[in-house]
């Protein structure tokens, strides 16, 4: 009887393990994208001018803007351009500006030879530069550069 309960017992427990085997499910087949349509990989959203400018805590219109200085190699790229003159369209914190200003940009600007619209906000972040450089404003993210409309 205990050769036979023995021998019995390992048979038994391997055929209960090899029963309760389970397949691994990848998790893919659950998973479900509630936001498909919405979705758009690759593709930036840029605003048109009456988004740009009420997104904007600061709109100039200016023809004297140039790159200054670029940061390129360790950590994010960013551009900071000068603007020599310019006339302020809106303003939300400042009633006067000095000029020459400085602004940063997260990516190059493909800047116009004529007058164009410059779309910024308070700088967030960069705070070493910002120091440095007397830097106030940012580029607004998601803003394109418009050329200004001759009336």
Not at 83 to 112: A, C, Q, W
Not at 119 to 143: P, T
Request: net charge positive; glycine share 6%.
């Amino acid at each position: 009887m205990k050769s036979t309960l023995i021998i019995g017992l390992p048979i038994l427990l391997m055929g209960i393990l090899v029963s309760c085997e389970k397949k691994y499910q990848s998790p893919d087949q659950y998973e479900e994208d509630l936001f498909a349509d919405e979705r758009q990989e690759g593709k930036a959203y840029i605003m048109n001018e009456e988004e740009c400018f009420d997104g904007s805590e600061l709109v100039l219109a200016s023809s004297e803007v140039k790159l200054a200085d670029s940061s390129k190699g360790r950590g994010k790229a960013f551009f900071l351009y000068k603007v020599r003159s310019g006339k302020i369209l809106k303003t939300v914190r400042d009633s006067t500006l000095e000029m020459p200003m400085m602004f940063l940009s997260p990516h190059k600007l493909k800047l116009k030879e004529d007058s164009m619209y410059l779309y910024l906000k308070k700088l967030e972040g960069y705070r070493f530069i910002a120091k440095d450089r007397n830097l106030k404003y940012q580029w607004l993210r998601g803003a394109s550069v418009y050329p200004v409309k001759k009336k």
